[in-house]
Antibody, heavy 113, light 107 residues
Framework: EVQLVQSGAEVKKPGESLKISCEAS????????IGWVRQMPGRGLEWMGI????????RYSPSFQGQVTISADTSINTAYLQWSSLKPSDSAMYFC??????WGQGTLVTVSS | EIVLTQSPATLSLSPGERATLSCRAS??????LAWYQQKPGQAPRLLIY???NRATGIPARFSGSGSGTDFTLTISSLEPEDFAVYYC?????????FGPGTKVDIK
């Protein structure tokens, strides 16, 4: 069974860094893209970017280019989404999703002073 | 970036009624259009891919049609569990984009 399990909810202050994770199982992780989708409170879905773990080829949506970093570690079948300096506007639910149409359960990120 | 618009924003219907949801793309996406259902507190669930193909396990009451720029999701007879938000998504070009959603609520 294909599964994506995300790390737990985070509460951070503006300016702090953060890295959230998405552990994949049940399929060949290097061979299928995996990416991140943002959902702000009460709003719709936005693709942030995707990574092909096999060669680390990464594509970002223009809205998120330079704002976040997507990476993957094929030795532990895990994808990551990271921020170097969080803003309150980064408060949202973040989902990982892969090319096999599996989704993680979501990670709630709250940024508040 | 391809922009998707969905109509109506909200659809108020009763169980057993037929729901017709529309999605329009700012340029042709051929048939690379998917539909998702999302319930509160849950991840989206794929219903339809490539405009008209039901995903695994999706009941036959869900059907999709269209090509180019105009697409439709039809729920032939609403079940209580179908009241949710529905998003279309284009997969023709990166970045893949979603429409703003249609909320189907109970009348």
């Amino acid at each position: 069974e294909v599964q994506l399990v995300q790390s737990g909810a985070e509460v951070k202050k503006p300016g702090e860094s953060l890295k959230i994770s998405c552990e994949a199982s049940g399929y060949s992780f290097p061979n299928y893209f995996i990416g991140w989708v943002r959902q702000m409170p009460g709003r719709g879905l936005e693709w942030m970017g995707i990574i092909y773990p096999g060669d680390s080829d990464t594509r970002y949506s223009p809205s998120f280019q330079g704002q976040v970093t997507i990476s993957a570690d094929t030795s532990i079948n895990t994808a990551y989404l990271q921020w170097s300096s969080l803003k309150p506007s980064d408060s949202a639910m973040y989902f990982c999703a892969n090319a096999l149409e599996s989704w993680g359960q979501g990670t709630l990120v709250t940024v508040s002073s | 970036e391809i922009v998707l618009t969905q109509s109506p924003a909200t659809l108020s219907l009763s169980p057993g009624e037929r729901a017709t949801l529309s999605c329009r793309a700012s340029q042709s996406v051929t048939n690379y259009l998917a539909w998702y259902q999302q319930k509160p507190g849950q991840a989206p669930r794929l219903l339809i891919y490539e405009a008209s193909n039901r995903a695994t396990g999706i009941p036959a009451r869900f059907s999709g049609s269209g090509s180019g720029t105009d697409f439709t999701l039809t729920i032939s007879s609403l079940e209580p569990e179908d009241f949710a938000v529905y998003y279309c998504q284009q997969r023709s070009d990166w970045p893949q984009t979603f429409g703003p959603g249609t909320k189907v609520d109970i009348k």
